[in-house]
T-cell receptor, first 114, second 116 residues
């Protein structure tokens, strides 16, 4: 899987929007952009994924640059429960790619200030 | 419904001992993954099962590590002759179907292994 680059840490005030950036300049045409998050002492959980168009779900929004070399995960109103490590992961849709495991980087540790 | 469960939640062992870590995936999920997470790092892939067979074990660090899934549901990760460097959180994840590269993976809470 292609490499992603994220800031090590970010802070947000509670009830403010949070924009978590991810750079993936070597992304290929078959790569989907996935986001997972890991709350303290828990396993990772899926947040959202997209290919080209911006995506919204109940947890977050994903904004994808037109050239697909970067993306931004948007939490519209951060709560204390959103404090976690957020991972941006590229996954190829190529069916011959193998076992489909997730390749995690170090992610961005988000702190939410009350 | 029930999520992925892992037992034990914590395991402390001595260097050189044998350990088994268990994963109960979500019922009906055919794909099962094991990952290992060291402190301050993201999870690293170990092995992937599709049904009963290990379809990809390229992440296993050496031959002391082995995993089975005999009936296509519960999986056991086995570590022989444990070393202090094996200390980590071992995570299990399952996914609904086999062919979907984009299928969401559901993770368990992990087993924290400490080798003294």
């Amino acid at each position: 899987d292609a490499k992603t680059t994220q800031p090590n840490s970010m802070e947000s005030n509670e009830e403010e929007p949070v924009h978590l950036p991810c750079n993936h300049s070597t992304i290929s045409g078959t790569d989907y952009i996935h986001w997972y998050r890991q709350l303290p002492s828990q396993g990772p959980e899926y947040v959202i994924h997209g290919l080209t168009s911006n995506v919204n779900n109940r947890m977050a929004s994903l904004a994808i640059a037109e050239d697909r070399k970067s993306s931004t995960l948007i939490l519209h109103r951060a709560t204390l429960r959103d404090a976690a490590v957020y991972y941006c992961i590229l996954r190829t849709s190529y069916s011959g790619a193998g076992s489909y495991q997730l390749t995690f980087g170090k992610g961005t540790k988000l702190s939410v200030i009350p | 419904g029930a999520g992925v469960s892992q037992t034990p939640s914590n395991k402390v062992t001595e260097k050189g001992k044998y350990v088994e870590l268990r994963c109960d995936p979500i019922s009906g999920h055919t794909a099962l993954y094991w990952y290992r997470q060291s402190l301050g790092q993201g999870p690293e892939f170990l092995i992937y099962f599709q049904g009963t067979g290990a379809a990809d074990d390229s992440g296993l660090p050496n031959d002391r590590f082995f995993a089975v899934r005999p009936e296509g549901s519960v999986s056991t990760l086995k570590i022989q002759r444990t070393e202090r460097g094996d200390s980590a959180v071992y995570l299990c994840a399952s996914s609904p179907t086999s062919g979907g590269t984009l299928n969401e993976q559901f993770f368990g809470p992990g087993t924290r292994l400490t080798v003294l």
